[in-house]
């Protein structure tokens, strides 16, 4: 839809998931970024499960999908975190 469209709803993504993962202290522009990327893998991830979300609303479908993708990024970022840490 645009570019604005995309980092409003990147945006509310990063934020739900952040908020979901217990604030992992990553500022705006961060959350905005990986609500973006999340929106991808989300589209992806559901496109690999077969699963269809339709709730009527686009950019509620979008905020969705966004967010899941945005959380899954967000546990892959503190597993990473964790085995670093337990290595030190």
Known sequence: MGLLYTIIIGAICGYIADVLMRDNGF?????I??????????????????????????????????????IVILFLVGVLRGTRRRRR
């Open 27 to 31: 500022g705006l522009i961060v959350n």
């Open 33 to 70: 970024i990986i609500g973006i990327a999340g929106s991808f893998v989300g589209k992806w991830l559901y496109g690999e499960l077969g699963i269809h979300v339709n709730v009527g609303i686009a950019w509620l479908e979008d905020i969705i999908v966004g967010a899941t993708g945005a």
